[in-house]
């Protein structure tokens, strides 16, 4: 199966430099360039691409908003790339729909994994952020982007949780009503940062049983990847039942595990 990717990029250099990466790599095809963001979503539109690789910083329409329309109306997965490694983008890019997030100085074969792993139905992030954005949600509490399923909760600004004891959230009530005891310890799991393979560990279960479980939360909480179900546990006050956000899994250049690493589904 060869994956269809579009790149969206003001500078030519860079487009050029991408696409031909890209093109050069069996099983890989480039189907589309956009120059801004309003072309990235006409691209994604009419290319219907598995993975757009976009940029933050564009004229005409800026990277985040290209993000959100693509995600919106398509089923298109968004993996962004920015020479700038700030929180805001991160977070704006992860509400507008993306399902990864990536420098502009990853290698080369790292960012043909990161593409495999988002048009596979996963999230990436780079080991840079992952921390960063798991701290950040669990502070700010609801968003009011693509969680919009049964237990997401109301678009405030203040978190829903009472760390560390009190009252359960609403949302956390919600949570429960809608989820199995067991799927809301995986959910649980899932926010510490622990793979598949982990949970199954843990639980002594299959492998496939637990990524059942995953599967079984994403389409019940309508949550498009891991990172949402992250987000979600951390905002409804679940995830403080565990002992603190744990970064796991496998690093895109070897399994050696290492502090900073990249958040993926396995």
Request: aromatic share 4%; hydrophobic share 45%.
């Amino acid at each position: 199966m060869t994956l269809r990717v579009v790149v969206a990029d003001d500078q030519a250099l860079v487009r050029v430099g991408f696409c031909g990466i890209i093109a050069a790599t069996p099983g890989f095809s480039v189907v589309g360039e956009a120059g801004n963001g309003a072309e990235a979503v006409e691209a994604a539109q009419r290319a219907k691409p598995d993975v757009i690789l976009m940029d933050v910083r564009m004229p005409v329409m800026d990277g985040i908003e290209a993000t959100r329309r693509i995600t919106g109306s398509t089923d298109v997965r968004a993996l962004i790339l920015t020479t700038f490694d700030l929180d805001e983008y991160v977070f704006a890019a992860l509400r507008a729909g993306a399902s990864g997030f990536l420098l502009k100085d990853t290698l080369p074969a790292d960012l043909l994994t990161a593409i495999r792993v988002v048009a596979a139905g996963d999230a990436l992030l780079a080991p840079s952020v992952t921390r960063r954005l798991i701290g950040e949600f669990a502070r700010t509490g609801p968003i009011t982007g693509p969680i919009t399923g049964p237990v997401a909760g109301p678009a405030t600004g203040t978190p829903q949780a009472a760390p560390g004891g009190g009252q359960p959230s609403p949302a956390r009530d919600r949570l429960q009503r809608v989820l199995t005891d067991r799927e809301l310890e995986v959910l649980t799991m899932v926010a510490r940062g622990m793979s598949n393979a982990e949970i199954a560990e843990e639980l002594t279960i299959s492998p496939a049983t637990a990524k059942t479980h995953v599967a079984h939360l994403l389409t019940k909480l309508d949550a498009r990847d891991r990172i949402q179900l992250v987000i979600l546990a951390y905002q409804s006050g679940l995830a403080v039942l565990a002992r603190g956000p744990r970064v796991s899994g496998r690093s895109c250049r070897g399994s050696t595990r290492r502090r900073s690493r990249w958040w993926r589904t396995r």
